[in-house]
C-alpha cells in the first residue's frame, strides 16, 4: 500500500492551496482529485477578494476575510514565481451600488461600522459612479466604493497553484475518488480510493460541496451545495474598470475583456444545469445597473457548487477521530479564504495549534 505523511482529499483551491503548504514544510502529501484539479467550484468563482463589501458585521469571520486580505499578495506572489504562471491579481476595489431607499440605508450602516473598524469605504453620488464607471448608467441612487478589494483570475490561480503543488512535491493523484476512509482505534490510517488504498496518519477532507462523501464520512458534516450560474461575454478591454456589484448582480472584468456576470445562489442538489430563470435574472440584474453592454458578445456560461453551511461559516479544524482534519464549508469566500485557511491549517496539523482562534469554525459545531 502506499505511504505518505499526509492525504488531501479534494483538489478545488482549499485542498491545492494545503496540500502545497504541507509539502513546503517537508511533508510527504499526495492530493487526491475525483476529476482535474480546479474543475469545481473553485474554477466556476468569480474571483472576486471580497473582505468588506459583503460582510455583515464584525467577528470572528470578518477577523479571517481580513487575515487573508492581508495575506493575498505575498501568497500571489511566491505563486507567480514559483511557476511563471500570472494569477491575475489587482487591487482595483469593488463599487456597490445602491438602487433603492433601503439599500442606501443598508449600506450607509455597513460604511459606518467598517470606517470604525479602520477600513476605507467611500460614497459617490451616482455622478461621481458614472465619472469612474462610465459604463455603469442604470437608475442608481449612489455607489459604495471599497478601495481595497481586489479581484484574481481563479482559473488561471488554479492552473498556478496546480503547477506549485508539483514543484513543492506533492503526488497529485487526478481522476481518482476517495471512497471510504481507513479508520482503526479512534485513529485515521487511510483512505480507500477507486485505484486502491492509500495509507497516512494525517488526512484532511477538502471536498467542497461533496465533503460528506454521500454520507460516508465519520462524523456529520451538513454542507449543502449552494449552485451559483455564471456566465462570460467579450466587450472591450477597460469597459469595467472594478467590480461592479448590485443586490441582484455582479460584473468582472478581466483584462483581456472577457466580462464575467453572475450570480444565482440556488439549492437545487448536486446539479450543474443552467436554467432559464436563472440566466433571466442575472441578465436583469445586469439591465438594472447598466444599458450599455449590450453589443458585448456572448462566450459561454457555466453553473458550480459552493459549499453551503447554515450559518455561512467554513468549517476548519480537528475531528475526534485522531489525525482527521477537516477545511470545507467556504460558501462565497473560497478564493479568498484559501491561503489563509492553508496557513492556519497546517499551524494545526503540524504544531498541535494555530496562530488564529479557529474554535468558531470547529466543524463539530452542528453536532
Ligand atoms: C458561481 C460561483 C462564484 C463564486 N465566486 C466567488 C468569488 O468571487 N470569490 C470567492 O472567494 N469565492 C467565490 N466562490 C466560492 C468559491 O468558488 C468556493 O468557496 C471555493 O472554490 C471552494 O473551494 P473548495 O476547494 O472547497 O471546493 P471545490 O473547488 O469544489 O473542490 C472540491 C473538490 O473535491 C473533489 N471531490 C469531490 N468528491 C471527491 C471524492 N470522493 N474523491 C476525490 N475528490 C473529490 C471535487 O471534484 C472538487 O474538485 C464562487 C463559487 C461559485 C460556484
Not at 495509507?199 to 471536498?207: D, I, K, R, S, Y
Request: aromatic share 6%; hydrophobic share 40%.
Amino acid at each position: 500500500m502506499a505511504r505518505y505523511d499526509m492525504i488531501i482529499l479534494g483538489g478545488g483551491i482549499i485542498g491545492a492551496a494545503l496540500a502545497e503548504e504541507l509539502a513546503r514544510h517537508g511533508q510527504r502529501v499526495t492530493l487526491i482529485e475525483r476529476g482535474s484539479i480546479g474543475a469545481e467550484a473553485s474554477s466556476a468563482a468569480a474571483g472576486i477578494l471580497s473582505a468588506q463589501m459583503d460582510l455583515a458585521g464584525p467577528g470572528p469571520f470578518f477577523e479571517l476575510c481580513q487575515a487573508a486580505r492581508r495575506m493575498y499578495p505575498r501568497w500571489v506572489e511566491h505563486l507567480e514565481r514559483r511557476t511563471n504562471e500570472p494569477v491575475g491579481y489587482h487591487v482595483d476595489g469593488i463599487l456597490a451600488l445602491a438602487m433603492s431607499g433601503r439599500e442606501e440605508r443598508a449600506m450607509t450602516r455597513q460604511a459606518r461600522w467598517q470606517t470604525r473598524q479602520g477600513l476605507r469605504v467611500e460614497r459617490w453620488s451616482s455622478k461621481e459612479v458614472r465619472r469612474h464607471e462610465p459604463a455603469i448608467d442604470g437608475k442608481i441612487r449612489c455607489g459604495f466604493h471599497f478601495p481595497t478589494e481586489a479581484q484574481v483570475d481563479n482559473v488561471q490561480l488554479m492552473r498556478a497553484l496546480s503547477a506549485a503543488c508539483r514543484r513543492a512535491g506533492v503526488e497529485l493523484q487526478e481522476h481518482t475518488a476517495a471512497r471510504r476512509l481507513l479508520i482503526r482505534e479512534g485513529n485515521v490510517r487511510g483512505v480507500e480510493t477507486d485505484h486502491g488504498p492509500l495509507e497516512a496518519q494525517v488526512l484532511v477532507n477538502c471536498l467542497g460541496s461533496w465533503a460528506s462523501m454521500g454520507g460516508a464520512f465519520p462524523i456529520p458534516l451538513p454542507v449543502e451545495p449552494a449552485r451559483g450560474q455564471m456566465l462570460a461575454f467579450r466587450g472591450p478591454k477597460r469597459l469595467i474598470r472594478r467590480v461592479v456589484m448590485s443586490e441582484r448582480a455582479y460584473v468582472v472584468q478581466r483584462r483581456d475583456g472577457r466580462l464575467l456576470v453572475g450570480s444565482t445562489v440556488e439549492f437545487a442538489g448536486f446539479e450543474k444545469t443552467l436554467t432559464l430563470d436563472g440566466i433571466h435574472a442575472i441578465l436583469c440584474g445586469l439591465r438594472h445597473m447598466t444599458g450599455s453592454l449590450g453589443a458585448c458578445t456572448f462566450l459561454e456560461a457555466w453553473a458550480g457548487l459552493r459549499p453551503y453551511t447554515k450559518d455561512r461559516l467554513p468549517m476548519l479544524g480537528r475531528t475526534p477521530v485522531e489525525g482527521l482534519y477537516v477545511a470545507t464549508g467556504h460558501f462565497r469566500h473560497g478564493i479568498l479564504l484559501a491561503p489563509i485557511t492553508a496557513t492556519l491549517m497546517s499551524e494545526l496539523i503540524l504544531r498541535g495549534r494555530s496562530s488564529f482562534d479557529l474554535s468558531p469554525f470547529s466543524p463539530g459545531r452542528f453536532s
